[in-house]
């Protein structure tokens, strides 16, 4: 039961244009949502994340949208680099009594950004 | 500031064989801990939290082991490996608060032939 889905595996855009990777939810309980990137042989990068309150945070070309309604995340990364090229893990979690914590990812998007 | 040091980067182990894999962290107290693996292609899956010395909790049944014997230290172990243990392991912390994001080490690409 996945519970976090990136529906779309890889993703191809233009150097300078929007990236927009897409994330879906179906675990209401869910609060904290977050964006990593990742490149081969390395752990995960945190990018940028939002709480349940929001629907929109931003950080430089960063910004990432809920849309809670719908349990829908994206990320949008503007203008696009060459050097955005990676893969991008979608992550939710939910309060738990135990301080616990743990994300639930998603499987990810590859971006490739071409020159 | 905070570090998390993961080794071996690589690891080639016979099934059958034993498996301890070890992370640290650095520049914090009483970090939540964890293990992730991420199997080919696909995402990366919980097996382990601990919030504290000795704390662990189990995500999935499967043929691994995990301790806590110091407050930044964090080892994942199996008796005998299976070659479907083979993956991408990966060490995490976090700090004790809500909303806050986890922070991962490099990881260990193992390889059970």
């Known amino acids: 039961d996945q519970q976090v889905k990136q529906n779309s595996p890889s993703l191809s855009v233009q150097e300078g244009r929007i990236s927009i990777l897409n994330c879906d939810y179906t675990?209401?309980?869910?609060?904290?949502f977050l964006w990593y990137k990742k490149y081969p042989a390395e752990g995960p990068t945190f990018l940028i994340s939002?709480?349940?309150?929001?629907d929109k945070n931003e950080d430089g070309r960063f910004t990432v949208f809920l849309n809670k309604s719908a349990k829908h995340l994206s990320l949008h990364i503007v203008p696009s680099q060459p050097g955005d090229s990676a893969v991008y893990f979608c992550?939710?979690?939910?309060?738990?009594?135990?301080?616990?914590?743990?994300?639930?990812f998603g499987s990810g998007t590859r971006l490739q950004v071409q020159p | 500031s905070q570090t998390i040091h993961q080794w071996p980067a690589t690891l080639v182990q016979p099934v059958g064989s034993p498996l301890s894999l070890e992370c640290t962290v650095e520049?914090?107290?009483?970090?939540?801990l964890y293990w992730y693996r991420q199997a080919a292609g696909r995402g990366l899956q919980l097996l382990f939290y601990?919030?504290?010395?000795?704390?662990i909790s189990s995500e999935v049944p499967q043929n691994l082991s995990a301790s806590r014997p110091q407050d930044r230290q964090f080892i994942l172990s199996s008796k005998k490996l299976l070659l479907s243990d083979s993956g991408f392991y990966l060490c995490?912390?976090?700090?004790?608060?809500?909303?806050?994001?986890?922070?991962f080490g490099n990881g260990t690409r193992l390889t059970v032939t």
């Open positions: 939002i709480s349940s309150i929001k």
């Open positions: 675990n209401s309980m869910f609060d904290y």
């Open positions: 995490a912390w976090s700090v004790r608060q809500d909303n806050s994001p986890l922070h």
């Open positions: 601990s919030v504290g010395i000795g704390q």
């Open positions: 520049g914090t107290s009483n970090p939540n």
């Open positions: 992550a939710a979690s939910a309060d738990q009594d135990t301080g616990r914590r743990a994300l639930t």
